[in-house]
């Protein structure tokens, strides 16, 4: 049933690394050719590491919350690989702070990134497959941290930002269903990754205190999205939009 991915083209943000280089590495390996954004400098090197797939790819430098950047960004994946049909939106930052001690400048950066980079990579996406004619699948990567609190970090604004991601999908998916257009999000538990590992390696005691708390008994791998987001990104999934899948080993579920 994923056969129709074969051929399609997608655009991957955050994708130089962790959960989105997981991801775009998933859908390559079924024949999705691949563009990687990222504000990294090696994601060229992660699309020469995807390409190994054995489908065309490439690595643009870009900033989700540069519009001019995203527009320059998805002419230049047309031209090079087709227009896209499939989007991962997975660039995202998180900062713990006690909300008390918390500046301005550092909400409005993980809002900046999270939701509206999320929102105009999205509006970026629509206007191409306005353009060209065809629909498309978006997959925003939400967290469970959209729906639940987490402990014992403080992380206001990543959660405010979550949350605005889960209703940006919503709002899209009824405003884009009339294009063809499904955008859906995923919404993962913990997942080891270069945002997690930043907290844990500062603090050895908080992967067991995390362990603790989910029902699978392990934090995630991002291998264990992979399954969900090809099902969201091909025809398999056509009738389902405007949700957001918690994928979290049990951990909201008690
Ligand atoms: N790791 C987890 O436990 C977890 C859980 C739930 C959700 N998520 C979400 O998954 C996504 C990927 O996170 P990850 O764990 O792989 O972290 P990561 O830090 O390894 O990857 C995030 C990527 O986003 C890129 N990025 C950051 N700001 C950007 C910008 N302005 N423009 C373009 N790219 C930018 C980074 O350079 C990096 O490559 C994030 O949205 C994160 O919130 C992660």
């Known amino acids: 049933m994923l056969e129709d991915l074969n051929g399609q083209v997608a655009v991957v943000t955050g994708g130089a690394r962790g959960l989105g280089f997981s991801m775009a590495g998933a859908l390559a390996r079924l024949g999705?050719?691949?563009?990687?954004?990222?504000?990294?400098a090696d994601v060229t090197d992660s699309a020469k590491a995807l390409a190994a797939a054995g489908v065309p790819t490439l690595g643009l430098s870009v900033d989700v919350t540069s519009e001019d950047a995203l527009a320059t960004a998805f002419a230049e994946v047309s031209r090079e690989l087709g227009s896209p049909t499939i989007l991962v939106n997975a660039a995202g930052i998180t900062i713990w702070e006690d909300s008390l001690e918390g500046t301005k400048a550092s909400w409005s950066k993980v809002i900046e990134v999270n939701l509206t980079g999320t929102y105009l990579?999205?509006?970026a996406f629509g206007?191409?497959?306005?353009?060209?004619?065809?629909?498309g699948a978006i997959v925003n990567v939400s967290s469970m941290s959209s729906t639940v609190v987490n402990?014992?970090?403080?992380?206001v604004s990543y959660h405010a930002s979550k949350a605005g991601v889960d209703m940006v999908t919503k709002a899209l998916a009824v405003e884009w269903a009339p294009l063809g257009i499904r955008v859906n999000a995923v919404a993962p538990g913990y997942i080891l990754s270069d945002m997690t590992r930043q907290f844990t390696e500062a603090n050895p005691e908080l992967a067991e205190q995390w362990r603790?708390?989910?029902p699978a008994g392990r934090i995630g791998e991002?291998?264990?999205?992979?399954?969900?987001?090809?099902?969201?990104?091909s025809s398999a999934s056509s009738y389902l939009t405007g949700q957001s899948v918690?994928?979290?080993g049990g951990y909201s579920a008690i």
């Open 121 to 123: 990579t999205c509006q």
């Open 222 to 233: 991002p291998a264990d999205l992979d399954g969900l987001v090809v099902l969201l990104c």
């Open 127 to 135: 206007r191409a497959c306005r353009d060209a004619g065809h629909g």
């Open 151 to 155: 402990i014992p970090q403080h992380q």
């Open 32 to 40: 999705v050719h691949v563009a990687l954004l990222d504000v990294l």
């Open 212 to 214: 603790g708390l989910i």
């Open 246 to 248: 918690v994928i979290d």
